[in-house]
């Protein structure tokens, strides 16, 4: 938390902080848990530097908001603070490039190696486009509009809407992920079987823990909404975890497009007619 002394310039000089050194000593009990776990070590080590990391994410983002409610983010600082989030999206977007590339790699490089090899390769079922995937495209493109109806409403400065629209958001991202953990539970495909596989659940699997980091942050916003944190001139907090909401929509409408529609599309199409 900053010291509150008169000064002549905009910026926002914050105080000394033990949660980068926390943190760090979190990352490194994590490293060292984690290489001894999958060497038949017991998970102890690893649980605590997770128990740990996760106290370091509150301490942390806490004393953030604190700093915002003493006014202590300046327009330049609240300026500084979108344009990080807005890098920090571009590099979630090279993160999922890499495995769209790796996808589309693999299927050409398959289909080039076997002039009668198919994709997905032979032996596996994908799932059905227009089930579950469909429906969920529908849930998280609705959670994209209320998330919008909610924006909307904090600038606005309706508390009340920002709050029904920000919890129900919140719902359908968790309903997002009961119906993929369904999908997955019925795969007739393991994560192991192969390229296509693998790169399926890397993709979504990926893409699911968005969605959970996602809800996480727009349930902190909307315990804030309901504290009367936010008003149309100071809701920084709030415009980072909606534009994040929106950046995991559009990646699941390529990884819809591309992963369920493009590619089970010849498996559908051979094996239920009509199914395109």
């Excluded at 490089?109 to 079922?125: D, F, K, R, V, Y």
């Excluded at 129900?168 to 994560?191: D, I, K, M, P």
């Excluded at 315990?223 to 709030?238: D, I, M, N, Q, Y």
Aim: overall charge negative; charged content about 10%.
């Amino acid at each position: 938390m900053a010291t509150h002394t008169a000064k002549t310039h905009p910026f926002h000089m914050v105080d000394p902080s033990p949660w980068p050194a926390v943190g760090t000593a979190a990352a490194v009990c994590m490293a060292i848990g984690g290489i001894w776990f999958m060497h038949d070590g017991p998970p102890w080590v690893l649980i605590a530097g997770f128990c740990i990391l996760l106290a370091t994410f509150f301490g942390w983002w806490r004393d953030v908001v604190k700093e915002s409610r003493h006014g202590d983010h300046s327009p330049v600082v609240a300026h500084g603070l979108r344009v990080g989030v807005l890098l920090f999206i571009a590099s979630e977007v090279m993160f999922f490039f890499a495995f769209f590339w790796a996808y589309f790699n693999s299927h050409v490089e398959l289909i080039n190696a076997a002039a009668h090899q198919t994709w997905p390769p032979e032996g596996i079922t994908p799932l059905y486009t227009w089930g579950l995937p469909f429906l969920n495209t529908l849930i998280l493109l609705t959670s994209g509009a209320t998330i919008t109806i909610a924006h909307h409403a904090v600038r606005l400065g309706d508390r009340e809407k920002t709050t029904f629209w920000t919890g129900l958001t919140v719902l359908l991202g968790v309903l997002f992920l009961g119906l993929q953990a369904t999908e997955y539970h019925h795969a007739s495909f393991g994560f192991t079987d192969g390229i296509f596989s693998s790169t399926f659940f890397m993709a979504t699997g990926f893409h699911g823990f968005h969605v959970f980091v996602g809800a996480c942050a727009l349930l902190v916003c909307f315990l804030r909404s309901r504290a009367g944190h936010f008003t149309p001139e100071k809701h920084v907090g709030f415009e980072a975890a909606a534009w994040y909401w929106h950046f995991v929509d559009v990646v699941w409408l390529f990884l819809f497009v591309c992963i369920y529609w493009w590619g089970g599309a010849s498996f559908w199409a051979s094996h239920v007619p009509g199914a395109h």
